[in-house]
């Protein structure tokens, strides 16, 4: 099965090229403009053409950390090798301006790579500052003019380069640094005439940092099976829009795919109240949650394979944020463990018991349930580096409860009523202590937003360190912050890659799905997610995430339903989404709808999507090729006066 899938992975990546080098044959292309993406905060250009040597080369500092290293031998090489050519020509008022009267006389030879070395670490975290400048300008001056205006920027760039031309790229981290070869690799283009690589509208001055310091991407691996070569090509693509959090939705109810070690239970470091020695000394058969939970035993991820996976995005400056949803969508754990979980399948009826199919819940007060959890949180924390550990907690179904006997009878000895206080009392148990196992290994919990705002729980409100992921809508963004916890934006309405493909459910016949319509790019690039808050709530917004649920998706289809919809995510992310607000960021009602820069950007996520299919990665086309050829043409059609029998 897995095999089949990475064929099918690699014979999309043949066609990728195949279509790439039909692109070299197309008429009336003109020469092309390094459109970014994400747009960077600042940026200055001239209008001369350079070339770059055959031998360029990235300098590095003595003792770099081997993520530099690795990371720049990674750029020189597809730089050195890409025989990427964009599609999207060249803005004519630039091509007006463009100056190749040097290109064959100035080259550059190398970029040099300086990070503070008060922060050569490898840390990499909500505090990382991940911002870094650019220069490429003439080698006159040893004290690059990073630290120009726009009058000066103008200047520079009409000055011609008396002798060469040096780069520099600043940041204060190595991650920083990371970034600034990303957006370089940007600026180089093939020219297909003569097949050398140029840089054009130089000199070129770039100031760029994020607006968010949670920039994430949820992938779902657990309703289909992701295989590990679609992983590591997601986090590649990833790293080109500068995405820096790769949260991993790893377990569902309908499936386990974490291979695990059997242990002892007496070696879990969390106990349970009036155990006997006996059934402390039980073996935990851990290994069955994955050899009875996965759909195959070729449909796994062993320890190395998350341990690889932490590390190579690492490497691309991406944190590894895990989660494994409990206590509701848990029917995977009961092949393994029925004992401890309730209201299994609950076909054909699973609506009593859960959202979707196969129903199925932790059940919270089997003394075991605590048990499994420790023992699986025991194996699975040391693989991540990260501080922080999603606990899920999301659409926990009450009814599924008051429909299990044995927590009818624990609700009965303990004076708990059957009311949604008492089973909130019962729910916070379970959280309580699963926040316990977490914070005892130095993980702060993420939390999807019902706990918060459907539940009332007393661990909540006495650890507002919780971080609240924000998916349903936008409103619960500020319900939140009100609240005074930090919030991860993720709005069903905007940012859910997965919906207006039709319901899966093989009987329901009206064409929808819950979360319709489908999330076009330009939906997508719209959403603020600080719309409507004060300065003081918005400090509480850490960023957001593009998310992915994988009900219909797998290896087959999961570049096309990510890419480069999740580009725009992004780009509002890192830079924003309007050129016309103190944040960058557009806020509807109160802007003119001019000032979202949708329309900029089409040019730009056009020309990421070629990219990006230049690199194996099967991004979907946004625009007939006709349209890519010829900006501005394809917009939405205005009228003087609104034409009879038209819609619009």
């Known amino acids: 099965m897995v095999r089949a899938l990475y064929s099918i992975s690699a014979a999309l990546a043949f066609a990728s090229n195949v279509f790439l080098v039909s692109l070299l044959f197309l008429p009336n292309t003109t020469p092309v403009n390094a459109h970014l993406w994400p747009k960077p905060v600042y940026e200055c250009h001239g209008h001369r053409t350079i070339q770059l040597a055959k031998d360029f080369r990235f300098l590095l500092p003595q003792d770099s950390h081997p993520r530099l290293v690795s990371g720049a031998a990674r750029f020189r090489n597809r730089i050195l090798k890409s025989n990427f050519f964009s599609p999207v020509p060249m803005d ?3 091509v007006a301006l463009e100056d190749r ?4 006389d100035i080259k550059l030879e190398s970029i040099k790579i300086e990070v503070d070395k008060n922060t050569s670490d490898d840390e990499l975290g909500p505090e990382t500052d991940e911002s870094y400048r650019l220069l490429i300008a003439t080698d006159e001056d040893a004290k690059a003019p990073f630290d120009i205006d726009d009058i000066q920027c103008h200047q520079m760039s009409n000055n011609p380069f008396p002798r060469g031309v040096r780069g520099i790229i600043r940041a204060k981290s190595l991650y920083g ?26 000199p070129i001055i770039i100031h760029d940092r994020p607006l968010f310091s949670h920039r994430g991407l949820m992938l779902d691996t657990s309703r289909n099976y992701i295989s590990m070569a679609a992983i590591y090509r997601t986090i590649d ?5 500068k995405f820096n959090v790769f949260h991993w939705h790893i377990a569902d109810s309908q499936s386990f795919p974490i291979a695990l070690d059997d242990q002892p239970s007496s070696s879990t470091s969390f106990s349970q109240g009036g155990n006997s020695k006996d059934e402390i000394d039980d073996e935990l058969p851990l290994s069955q949650l994955a050899s009875k939970g996965a759909y195959a035993s070729d449909m796994t991820y062993k320890k190395k394979d998350i341990a690889n996976i932490v590390d190579y995005a690492m490497s691309r400056g991406i944190r590894v944020i895990p989660e494994v949803d ?33 129903s199925g819940q932790l059940n919270p007060v089997v003394p075991k349930t605590y048990k499994v959890v420790q023992g699986v949180y025991d194996q699975i924390l040391p693989l991540y580096k990260d501080k922080y550990f999603h606990a899920g907690a999301d659409e926990v179904n009450i009814n599924c409860w008051n429909n299990t006997e044995s927590i009818i009878e624990y609700m009965k000895t303990n004076d708990i009523a059957r009311t949604d206080a008492g089973f909130d009392r019962i ?13 005892q290994q130095g993980r702060t919990p993420i939390v999807w937003e019902e706990p918060l705002l459907n539940h009332e729980l007393k661990t909540l409100k006495q650890n507002k360190d919780t971080v609240i992921q924000v998916w349903t809508s936008a409103q619960n963004i500020k ?23 039709g319901d899966w459910l093989g009987n329901w016949t009206q064409g929808r799905s819950w979360c319709d319509p489908y999330k076009s790019w330009q939906k997508v690039y719209s959403f603020n997610p600080i719309m409507g808050l004060t300065e003081k709530e918005a400090k509480n917004v850490l960023g957001g995430e593009a998310l992915l649920w994988s009900e219909q998706v797998d290896d087959t289809n999961l570049d096309v339903k990510l890419w480069p919809r999740a580009a725009a995510v992004a780009e509002v992310l890192w830079s924003g989404n309007s050129d016309d607000s103190a944040t960058q960021l557009w806020n509807g009602p109160d802007q003119t709808l001019d000032s979202l820069r949708s329309i900029e950007a089409l040019d730009r996520i056009n020309e990421q999507r070629f990219r990006m299919v230049s690199q194996h990665i099967s991004a979907e086309p946004l625009q007939p090729l006709w349209c890519v050829q010829h900006p501005g043409h394809c917009l939405w059609p205005i009228y003087d006066a609104k034409p009879e029998g038209q819609p619009y």
């Open 479 to 501: 319900n939140t912050v009100k609240k005074g916890y930090k919030v991860i934006a993720g709005s069903a309405d905007y940012w859910y890659l997965d919906c207006g493909f």
């Open 237 to 241: 693509a990833m790293s080109m829009n």
């Open 326 to 358: 409990m206590p509701g969508h848990a029917w995977s754990w009961s092949r393994a463990f029925p004992e401890i979980t309730t209201c299994l399948d609950g076909y054909p009826s699973y609506s009593r018991f859960s959202a979707e199919p196969p």
């Open 427 to 439: 729910l916070n148990e379970f959280v309580s202590k699963q926040h316990d196992m977490l914070r």
């Open 177 to 202: 640094a990371l970034h600034g070869m990303e957006t370089f690799s940007q600026l180089v283009t093939k020219n297909p005439e003569t097949g050398t690589k140029e840089i054009v509208r130089a």
């Open 92 to 94: 004519p008022a630039l």
């Open 101 to 104: 009267s040097q290109v064959d």
